[in-house]
Structure formats: structure tokens, C-alpha cells
Nanobody, 118 residues
Framework: QVQLVESGGGLVQPGGSLRLSCAASGSIFSINFMGWYRRAPGKERELVAL???????NYAESVKGRFTISRDNAKNTMYLQMNSLKPEDTAVYYC????????????WGQGTQVTVSS
């Protein structure tokens, strides 16, 4: 079992920045990769960024150059630094982890609201 708790959401003006955090606990040794997803009102959930155990990263085209995903293994925490935020970035952001020794199991955080508005 892996538990994920997000923090850091809030209201920010267009062009501003926020940093989301995701604290992982439980069987963290079994985590293969972690990432961030988001769901905007009236839209389906979409992948924002992903990072693997070897440190490689992958980003949605819409956030490339603006968002940065990172992990602090000593703190068992993953981050999403979001810069140059746009109103279309408004969504609930979810922390995600895939963990397991054989078959991977998906784990999700409770979500944190990010609102970009003037």
C-alpha cells in the first residue's frame, strides 16, 4: 500500500507560479514511477507530468517549458513547479504512483485545487 497526500494548491493570477507537493508513505520502495494528473471542469483527466525511478521525465505538450516535476527521495516527496500559469491550467491536480513487485497497482492522492484567475 502507498499513501499519497498533495498540498500547495490555491488561487494564483495568470503568469504566476505555484509549487505542488506530494508526500508518499507506506511501501514507497515499491514505487516504479510517479506523476501528476489533472482534471479541469467538464474535461477528462489528463497526464501532466511523469517521472520514473531512474529520473527520466515526460510532460504534456501543454505544460512543456513551464512545469517541472522533481523528486526528493530523502523526503519521499514529489513536486510540481508550475510557472507562467494560464487560466487553462485551472484544474484539480492529482498525485499518482504506480507501485508493486510484479503487477503494478495505481495509487492516487485526494487532489488539490489550482485556480488561475485575475
Amino acid at each position: 500500500q502507498v499513501q499519497l497526500v498533495e498540498s500547495g494548491g490555491g488561487l494564483v493570477q495568470p503568469g504566476g507560479s505555484l509549487r505542488l507537493s506530494c508526500a508518499a508513505s507506506g511501501s514507497i520502495f515499491s514505487i516504479n514511477f510517479m506523476g501528476w494528473y489533472r482534471r479541469a471542469p467538464g474535461k477528462e483527466r489528463e497526464l501532466v507530468a511523469l517521472t520514473t525511478a531512474d529520473g527520466s521525465t515526460n510532460y504534456a505538450e501543454s505544460v512543456k517549458g513551464r512545469f517541472t516535476i522533481s523528486r526528493d527521495n530523502a523526503k519521499n516527496t514529489m513536486y510540481l513547479q508550475m510557472n507562467s500559469l494560464k487560466p487553462e491550467d485551472t484544474a484539480v491536480y492529482y498525485c499518482y504512483a504506480a507501485a508493486g513487485a510484479g503487477r503494478l497497482i495505481d495509487y492516487w492522492g485526494q487532489g488539490t485545487q489550482v485556480t488561475v484567475s485575475s
